[in-house]
């Protein structure tokens, strides 16, 4: 239970300290947002609960295929909070975000690789 403590706070913690930062600055809130932090803490938590290294380099390689389909949300969502307000934007965000994650998995799978 302690180190789940652990986990849940220092993964929290890490959230804390980028909105904070992103307050006071656009550009360095955005460079620890854009670092991959929670991808190294879910590995560092997965080695320490003797997770095998082949599930590791599995999960690693997901997050990738995971990754190049939310891309075009930050081309998208700057657009759109700029003309019709956050929720609009967020709403179509998590919708594009969703098309692209569908259209990368039917691609995927036709060289081979089904990704859901």
């Not at 913690?13 to 930062?21: A, D, H, L, Q």
């Not at 670092?35 to 560092?44: A, E, S, Y």
């Not at 930050?74 to 967020?90: N, Q, R």
Request: with cysteine; net charge positive; proline share 3%.
């Amino acid at each position: 239970m302690m180190f789940f403590l652990t986990k849940l706070f220092l993964t929290a913690g890490i959230i804390v300290v980028v909105t904070e930062v992103a307050k006071r600055s656009d550009k360095f809130g955005g460079l620890i947002a854009a670092l991959p932090l929670t991808t190294f803490l879910v590995i560092l938590w997965m080695y320490y609960e003797g997770a095998s290294s082949e599930k590791i380099s599995n999960h690693m390689s997901y997050t990738l295929f995971f990754v190049l389909p939310t891309l075009p949300m930050f081309v998208v969502f700057p657009y759109v909070i700029g003309k019709f307000g956050f929720y609009v934007a967020l709403l179509v965000s998590l919708v594009l975000t969703g098309l692209c994650i569908y259209a990368f998995n039917m691609v995927s799978a036709q060289v081979g690789f089904k990704i859901l």
